[in-house]
């Protein structure tokens, strides 16, 4: 897996993590989601240049253009709920791929800290031989993200994999190395030291899917 931290080089990126994080800033929840989908834009365009290029005549009212565009087939992939500011960000970039949706949360069995991941639904089109981008806004574990991929690949093999990421945690970011294929690439915006003992993110920015849409029961 080859990672790229975009945001270890000073942008206007900082300023999207800054407030994303901020407690205060965070309580408005428009805010919070128009920030993720920015970060999702920034994160897009750096991996847009790891893709497929060719040239395509282009006609102007004057003449012929050459034009490098993509050649890659590509489905975004957003993990529900929290993905899909995510998943909106890059979509305003990426506005003519194919789309898809899985469900996973964490499932307290036990009602005390320790959680599976569980998997309930999944929307795709063929993702055999496609690049697949894969967006999740926090990687805490890794578990999320491993055992969506484990339900994913059972429907076809992508030719090569993009990971896109708001904030990851360094523990999770080593457990998905081997998890993923080699031609696996992982893009994210910030990364932390470590995970509390409830398996969240720390300092991170609390629960992304209860502050974009509102807390869950």
Known sequence: ?????????????????AE???????????RFRRNIERIGEVLGYELSKKLSYKLVDIQTPLGVSKESLMSNSIVLCSIL?????????????FDDVENAFISAYRHHPNNDDAFEIVVEYFASPEIQ???LVLADPMLATGQSL??????????????????????GAKSGIEFIKNKFPKNTHLWIAAIDDEL??????????????????????
Do not use: C
């Open 1 to 17: 897996m080859q990672i790229h931290y975009v945001g270890e080089n000073n942008s206007i990126l900082n300023k999207f993590i």
């Open 20 to 30: 994303i994080r901020d407690q205060k800033i965070q309580k408005d929840s428009l």
């Open 81 to 93: 709920r929290a993905g899909l500011p995510l998943h909106q960000g890059l979509l305003n970039y």
């Open 129 to 131: 031989d496609k690049t």
């Open 146 to 167: 491993t055992t969506v991929f484990e339900a994913i690949k059972k429907t076809g093999t992508p030719k090569e994999i993009h990971i896109i990421a708001v904030i």
């Open 196 to 217: 509390n003992e409830k398996g969240y993110i720390v300092p991170g920015l609390g629960d992304a899917g209860d502050l974009a849409f509102g807390e869950k029961l």
